[in-house]
């Protein structure tokens, strides 16, 4: 039998695999059932040996090789070949240490394995990569302590940097801070904050330009390739650039909503930020009349910790509130001085500095819960507390009450971004009537920049980076803590969560790593994350394209623009190579060289499925690479046992499965279909955000598919599990084959 492509195959015996198997068996599926020509056996296909034998088979002509051994998450260096295209066949942990060893259901499994490894090698292509020419200028977004840092280190590191800044001097809030608590040891007193030392530098930096005054007008365009327009005065300067920090910094929460503490009530109820300004100017007073502040209470977590105003912890209000208290008594020794916590967040060092402010026996600290301040006689305040440490209830009197409000992120118009997603979800559902009208007038209106200023990008999915739902930018805040949903764009310092100067200066670094690294890969036409230095990108065949809008809508990260008809319009440096494109279209137009509606097909068609009077039943799982892939790993690892019958086949995303390959196992004959992806919610482990969630929301098509054929819906299943849940995992892979055999075989079997 010949065939276009050369394909080369290789078996390891080693890792207990030849004990298990049946290997001349295992060399047959290759040669004669599958006409492939060559297929080599080795005791130890990993070492210097087996892989020089490779090696001469790809020097020699072989355009792809297939290698059934471990784990495709093991030996990658090891197994990977210049100019051919890979295949790994995991016979270690997903057939012989995790099924009975020489078992026929066992030695079955592997030979279907083998075909699918054989199938995807003769229909993938290895991805050429998508080169353009590639702008490594670095824009940072922010000239605070963070975004100085970021743009010092990124110019350190030999590239040009281009720094924009709203106001017409860089520093920050730190030109604001009198001083810092404490950063080295003993940890014991503030220190300064030496910001103009660090401005100087910046301005003086030759590979540093700094736009001050400036507002970013529009950015188009993608990672490489930012065209980017700023507003200076009067004047629009426009320049490339090829990836962008965004480290705008943070703002006080509005204490006008916290009326219950007196704030707005009483010029004695200030915010730290206000106590900041009286340290800077020496006495520290009482707004109201001007005398001396001889007892400042401070109120901890005001606001923050509290579900109708900031759910979170701001992390730095703690130490900021010991340091303050340090002030005031070194302005005043006779002041006395009163902190009142939910608790005290000192962590790491900083435990120390909380130990030098207790030493002092005129700054009282309590724990309990503060359920009011109300004014009393001559401008003074009353703190009434419960819940306290010495007594159930106490009252605090003082000249001057602190609020320690918390940190909100500068990274956009929070409430526009929840309108904007509230709005294309009803569209995306198909509302009528008055609601699409209005969803549609939402969207319009957020898309052309109203109520954001800030990156302004020109994205069909509107100007902003998408936020959490503490409005927060965020990408996998597990797995990727600087990159945002926008590829190319990282967040960094307090726009990205609540930090202190030294967490800021870390994040500054290492989004400027980032961002240089996507400049690098851009440039190579390589993937940035989490599929790093993947050189696929989608292709759509326009000519079928009905301007159905799902590719643009479920994209998670921007990636497609329309025009105005609605045909998408490809950003291949932004694309993350999810596939959830792919998933989404109808039309099947968006394939992948190596990932493709195409090759997928023919490996769950490559299974040989027995007839029903086998009662041998076969079940497909379509399982995430992610997370799910790593936790099936990890069953074999155990040595822990699931049902023989199951095969599975890892997809990029759970988003990226299209439903024709539903279709496509029912109509051959499987009896159930498994599908696995990672955790979605507001706590989600997707490394594409959404894939879970949109297999969720296409439950519906699926359904539809199984009514045409005529099937029971028991026969798809959809879960959800973390890289850790292998328990969980092999629970329900045996679960869903007791749940088949109770529905009975596929009534296309055979057919």
């Known amino acids: 039998m010949g065939e276009e492509k050369r394909i080369a195959t290789y078996i390891c015996r080693g890792c207990d695999i030849d004990k298990s198997l049946d290997i001349e068996a295992l060399r047959n599926v290759a040669t004669n059932d599958s006409g492939i020509e060559i297929c080599r056996d080795h005791p130890w296909l990993c070492g210097p040996e087996g892989i020089e034998t490779i090696k001469k088979d790809v020097n020699e002509g072989a355009e792809a090789v297939v ?354 997603k509230s709005a294309r979800e009803l569209i995306a559902q198909g509302e009528e009537g008055a609601k699409l009208d209005a969803a549609k007038e939402t969207v319009v209106k957020l898309a052309h920049h109203e109520g954001t200023e800030i990156l302004n990008l020109d ?24 990159e945002t949903r926008r590829t190319g764009i990282y967040a960094a310092g307090c726009m990205r969560a609540p930090n202190d100067t030294d967490a800021c200066r870390e994040d500054a670094a290492g989004a400027a790593m980032k961002a240089i690294q996507c400049v690098e890969l851009s440039s190579q036409g390589a993937a940035v994350h989490p599929r790093w230095e993947d050189r696929s990108i989608p292709d759509f065949f326009m000519q079928r394209c009905t301007q159905c809008k799902r590719c643009t809508m479920e994209c998670p990260f921007g990636t497609l623009n329309e025009d105005a008809e609605g045909t998408p319009q490809p950003n291949p440096f932004r694309c993350r190579r999810c596939g959830i494109c792919l998933g989404s279209c109808p039309e099947r137009i968006v394939n992948f060289a190596d990932y493709s509606i195409e090759i997928l097909s023919s490996m769950i068609k490559a299974v040989e499925v027995p007839d029903e009077d086998e009662e041998k039943p076969r079940l497909l799982g379509l399982i995430c690479e992610n997370d799910a892939y790593p936790a099936l790993d990890t069953i074999g690892i155990k040595r822990l046992r699931y049902s023989p019958y199951i095969r599975f086949i890892p997809v990029r995303c759970l988003g990226s499965v299209n439903v024709v390959w539903i279709s496509d196992a029912l109509s051959r004959g499987y009896d159930g279909i498994l599908l696995i992806g990672c955790k979605s919610g507001d706590d989600y482990q997707c490394h594409f955000i959404r894939g879970s969630e949109l297999m969720g929301t296409r439950g519906e098509n699926i359904q539809e598919k199984l009514e045409q054929l005529v099937l029971e819906s028991e026969r798809i299943r959809v879960e959800e599990i973390s890289i850790s849940e292998y328990g969980r995992l092999q629970q329900i892979i045996d679960e869903f084959a007791e749940q088949i055999d109770e529905v009975g075989p596929n009534p296309f079997k055979g057919l």
Request: glycine residues 8%.
């Open 67 to 420: 290698i059934a051994a471990c784990s495709p998450r093991a030996m990658t260096a090891a197994f990977t070949f210049d100019k051919c295209f890979t295949e790994r066949v995991n016979l270690r942990e997903h057939v012989v240490w995790c099924h009975e060893p020489n078992n026929e259901d066992t030695q079955m499994l592997a030979e279907d394995y083998f075909r699918i490894g054989i199938a995807r090698a003769r229909k993938a292509k290895r991805p050429e990569p998508h080169l353009e020419e590639v702008n490594k200028t670095i824009l940072v977004v922010g000239g605070g302590i963070t975004g100085m840092t970021a743009a010092l280190e990124a110019a350190r590191a030999g590239y040009q940097v281009t720094l924009v800044e709203k106001e017409e001097h860089l520093g920050g809030w730190l030109t604001k801070f009198t001083s810092l608590f404490p950063k080295r040891p003993p940890y014991r007193d503030p220190q300064p904050t030496q910001c103009q030392e660090m401005v100087a530098e910046v301005e003086g930096h030759e590979r540093i330009h700094v736009i001050k005054g400036a507002a970013i007008e529009k950015i188009s365009g993608q990672p490489g390739q930012f065209d980017v327009s700023v507003k200076v005065g009067s004047k629009t300067v426009t320049f490339r650039i090829g990836a962008i920090i965004q480290a705008t910094g943070w703002k006080p929460y509005d204490a006008t909503k916290l009326s219950h503490l007196c704030y707005g009530r009483s010029p004695n109820v200030i915010t730290n930020v206000q106590m900041e300004e009286l340290a800077g100017n020496g006495t520290i007073t009482r707004p109201s009349d001007g005398q001396p502040a001889k007892s400042v209470a401070f109120i901890q977590c005001a606001g923050s910790r509290d579900a109708e105003h900031l759910p979170y912890c701001s992390a730095v209000c703690c130490r900021t509130s010991l340091k303050q208290a340090i002030h005031i008594r070194e302005r005043n020794p006779d002041a006395q001085v009163y902190i009142l916590y939910k608790d005290i967040r000192s962590p790491g060092q900083y435990e120390d500095f909380y130990r030098r402010v207790q030493e002092n026996t005129d700054i009282f600290l309590t724990k309990g819960d503060v359920i009011g301040v109300e004014p009393i006689d001559g401008d003074r305040l009353r703190v009434d507390v419960e819940n306290t440490l010495i007594e159930p209830h106490i009252q605090v009197d003082a000249d001057l009450v602190v609020l320690a409000t918390g940190m909100v992120p500068v990274a956009a118009d929070g409430e526009a971004i929840r309108a904007l």
């Open 459 to 482: 994205y069909r999915q509107g100007p902003d980076l998408p936020a959490l739902k503490y409005d927060f930018p965020d990408s996998h805040f597990i797995c990727f803590p600087y």
